[in-house]
């Protein structure tokens, strides 16, 4: 019988592959809403669903071991012995890998008192016995013994299980240069450092392997040793001991007692609801999807929700607002808005209560549609909603009036897991209910799946509002009721009111910065001598490296990096005429296109109406995208330029700039209860200049700009987990310099070094940080065995607290400002939030009474040790209204 008409048997040591996918994949990217790590199953089955489409086994097992304890420690105690502990984010993992693999119909064995190695040899001896093509996957060098013409092993090349090397005996010579049942013995002789089997001292792979070739076998070695010369001679002698010990300990058992046979080994059917449970509950819906293709199953996921939604209902007039009356006595209700992209107004409307949904294809000024308008006006009618923001402007610019949204689970859910990937209402329906919500392919033409409708997905919104919230704990259900909820309604009346630009002005901006482009261009090709692209890393190098010759920089897949980073390092250590022109380049090209960016999202209003991110980051910061308002230089000439196109509307008086001056250090000197910043602020002296005289030893007026500049990039820089490296790098001073200068700064203000070194240390406790008003963000990277994942959450979580509490303290801000200005009837209104800043429109007259309403509620939106101060200024732009 021929190799492709054998049938072929894939055993799989469970123990090692899942611990090298554990390692190869990141902790934090894989966690389940329980908390659970999931990172080496995900390695796992992906590897394994990869080995059944290739390899198409007829029968399959995956061993286990028990534990680390067996026969051989029985003999030798040491064996293993210097393995550490267990990584606690593995802990639980094998359990639901071995709960996946039974439902997908695989048989796990382990035997007490025996390795997985040994399950494998015992099968593969069984299975070339009766006919098979064995095909053994373990990580476990000691399984190269198992290999012969029947025997196969398939062994990870790389830390993950992704890519497996195909070990015959051919392959075997190959690379060691012997026979595979040779391999202990050269295990043997060197010993094996992972196992904890010193071998013989002075031995190394190539002795081992000639001494093999010369007498045949271990044993024959041991026989002629007094044949073997000079020291290495004298060293197996004396330590052969260790040598005939680790013999005995690699040979595997090929006749272990197994629970079954090979032949009730034969691959079956999945069972579907099986692996539908389990691969929910880790939250595995891309490799549900390939399970499910591999068995000919079209979809992972059922074609309908679990739960059948109600059949939305059609009412107008009474019967509508009878309906309403009745949802509204029981529960909040759940609303959706189906909205036309192009003039962003509603196309549909779906309103759900616990049983029952209705549904309203939208008409501006039906007549009976009069008690939904009331209904969603009501301020004492809560709604529930998912992603309400970009609804409520669909409503308001239908005309309606929109109030009471008491619940957005878009923003519920981000605040659970506010690093997660949790961005449709889909995804919160898999996560937290256990269902599936039907999506179409938004790139087939014509969907394989119909789209929910507005009156669905409102009802899976009412539903998902009980689990999601209970899972907030006490801090985060007041940001949520307090910050997030509120900041929703006056994020989308900015986005509404957008902020007048001069078009004219950034016209003529793009085009000097398109000139200045093309001349730093022609003078940067007039130093080399010829023409190149300068977009293009790839002769960027060739030209630095190789034609100028200037030192490389960091190596990368390809080549050295010209990241801007990095050159600006290259140019300050070896300045080149040619390199300072290729950064002015970049800096006028990258400007460019941020104005361009502008005039293209300017409306037909002469307005940008920006959208602001409430949940685009981990810390609780709003970002602005179409455009991006955040990235435009503050300090820069081009940057002022730019920013005098932002102006008052023709209905306004002039703008108006609201600035949180130093907030991050006053809310590290508040948290750090650090006495020497508590009385810099407080005594309202410059921040930098008090800290560089209690530094550097001298008055406050005697510090200059340097002691200035290195003082503020220190303060600034230990709350983002600066090192003295970096901090040696950003200041272009010596290592040494930098360490001192850390130094002598936390000699002075010891409560910062301690408050940041407890944040770290209380965060590995609990997981997570918390702000001044409870949000918090997880860290579970913080106990990760990976030692850059660890840093890094390291870092991160020393500003987390700071920065969340800034981002808090703004959107209070906003909210009491916006309430203030409303309540007023004032014609004065908030146009953008960028970072610490709010820009406003002056109404007429309204100059005094804005100032007040913004300086009180900014000064107030925290009870911190220091005052937060806030900076202001007027001015027809927004560069003339700085401060």
Request: net charge negative; aromatic share 6%; glycine share 6%.
């Amino acid at each position: 019988m021929s190799d492709n008409e054998k049938p072929t048997l894939l055993v799989i040591d469970g123990h090692s592959l899942a611990f090298r996918a554990f390692y190869a994949l990141p902790v934090d990217s894989f966690q389940n809403s329980e908390g659970q790590h999931t990172n080496a199953i995900h390695g796992f089955i992906a590897m394994l669903i990869n080995l059944l489409k290739n390899e198409k086994p007829t029968h399959i097992a995956v061993a286990f071991d028990i534990s680390r304890y067996s026969f051989r420690t029985r003999e030798y105690p040491e064996y293993k012995g210097t393995r550490g502990e267990t990584p606690p984010e593995f802990i639980g993992q094998i359990p639901l890998l071995q709960e996946a693999l039974a439902a997908m119909n695989i048989t796990t064995i382990s035997i007490e008192d025996f390795e997985a190695d040994d399950i494998l040899a015992t099968l593969a001896a069984q299975g070339t016995e009766q006919g098979y093509r064995v095909l053994v996957v373990s990580g476990d060098r000691d399984t190269i013994q198992l290999v012969n013409d029947n025997v196969t092993l398939l062994y990870p090349s790389r830390q993950g299980v992704s890519d497996l090397t195909r070990y015959d005996p051919a392959k075997v010579k190959e690379r060691y240069d012997i026979e595979p049942h040779q391999y202990p013995e050269i295990a043997a002789l060197v010993g094996e450092t992972s196992d904890n089997l010193p071998g013989v001292p002075k031995v190394g792979e190539k002795t081992a392997v000639k001494w093999l070739h010369r007498f045949g076998s271990l044993d024959e070695i041991i026989a002629h040793a007094d044949e073997i010369t000079g020291k290495v001679g004298e060293s197996f002698r004396e330590h052969k001991e260790n040598a005939i010990r680790n013999r005995r300990l690699n040979r595997l058992v090929t006749d272990v007692a197994l629970p079954c046979e090979v032949e009730s080994l034969s691959k079956q059917p999945i069972d579907q609801n099986a692996v539908r449970d389990v691969f929910a509950k880790l939250e595995f819906r891309t490799l549900l999807d390939r399970v499910m293709k591999l068995e000919g199953i079209e979809g992972g996921a059922p074609a309908e929700p679990t739960v059948a939604a109600p059949e939305p209902q059609n009412l107008l007039d009474e019967e509508l607002e009878a309906w309403l009356a009745r949802q509204s006595a029981a529960a909040p209700e759940g609303l959706a808005v189906e909205v036309d992209l192009t003039p962003g107004t509603p196309i549909a409307i779906g309103i759900a209560g616990a049983s029952e949904t209705v549904a309203l294809a939208w008409q501006p000024g039906r007549a009976d549609y009069a008690p939904f308008e009331t209904w969603l006006a009501d301020e004492s009618k809560p709604k529930i909603m998912h992603g309400a923001k970009h609804q409520i402007k669909a409503l308001r610019q239908a005309g309606l009036t929109v109030a009471g949204i008491a619940v957005d689970t878009f923003i519920a859910g981000w605040l659970l897991r506010p690093g997660g990937q949790d961005k449709t209402l889909s995804d919160l329906v898999s996560r937290y209910l256990d269902e599936t919500l039907p999506v179409s392919d938004p790139n087939q033409l014509v969907p394989e799946v119909e789209p929910t409708d507005a009156a669905t997905d409102a009802w899976f919104v009412q539903r998902l509002v009980e689990p999601l919230l209970k899972r907030l704990d006490a801090g985060s259900e007041r940001v949520f009721r307090d910050i997030e909820m509120p900041i929703v309604d006056v994020l989308a009346s900015m986005e509404l009111r957008g902020v007048a630009v001069a078009s004219n002005h950034l016209a003529s901006l793009s085009n000097d910065l398109g000139e200045r482009a093309r001349g730093l261009a022609e003078s940067a090709f007039a130093e080399i001598g010829r023409e190149i692209n300068l977009g293009s890393p790839k002769q960027i190098q060739e030209v630095l490296f190789t034609q100028l010759e200037m030192p490389t920089t960091r190596a990368t897949k390809t080549g050295y990096s010209t990241d801007a980073a990095s050159l600006a390092d290259l140019q300050a250590s070896h300045p080149h005429p040619f390199l300072g022109l290729l950064l002015e380049h970049r800096d006028a090209t990258k400007l460019r296109q941020i104005v361009d960016s502008l005039i293209k999202a300017t409306g037909e209003d002469g307005r940008i109406h920006t959208s602001y991110v409430q949940t685009g980051t981990s810390t609780g910061r709003i970002s602005s995208t179409d455009p991006n308002l955040q990235n435009i230089p503050v300090r820069t000439e081009t940057g002022r330029h730019i920013r005098e196109a932002f102006c008052v509307g023709s209905d306004h008086e002039s703008l108006f700039t609201a600035d949180y001056s130093q907030i991050e250090m006053r809310i590290m000197a508040h948290l750090s209860e650090d006495p020497g910043l508590i009385e810099a602020f407080r005594t309202g002296e410059d921040l930098h200049r008090f800290v560089g005289a209690r530094i550097f030893g001298v008055e406050p007026a005697d510090v200059t700009a340097e002691m200035r500049t290195k003082v503020k990039a220190m303060s600034y820089g230990l709350a983002y987990g600066l090192s003295a490296f970096g901090l040696s790098r950003q200041l272009r001073i010596d290592n040494a310099e930098a360490k001192q200068l850390m130094s002598d700064y936390f000699e002075r203000f010891g409560a910062v070094r301690d408050y940041l070194r407890h944040v770290v240390e209380q965060a590995k406790v609990d997981g997570y940080t918390t702000t001044i008003f409870g949000r918090r963000r997880p860290f579970p990277d913080l106990k990760s065995p990976n030692r850059t994942l660890r840093q890094n959450a390291e870092r991160a979580a020393l500003n987390a607290p700071i920065q969340g509490s800034a981002a808090d303290i703004i959107k209070i801000a906003m909210i009491h400002i916006e309430d203030d200005i409303r309540s007023a009837d004032m014609t004065s209104r908030m146009l953008m939030q960028v970072h610490d800043e709010l820009v406003f429109e002056v109404g007429d007259g309204e100059h005094d009474e804005l100032e007040r309403i913004v300086r009180t509620r900014m000064g107030d939106a925290a009870e911190l040790s220091v005052p937060l101060e806030v900076q202001v200024g007027y001015g027809a732009n927004w560069d003339a209204a700085a401060h």
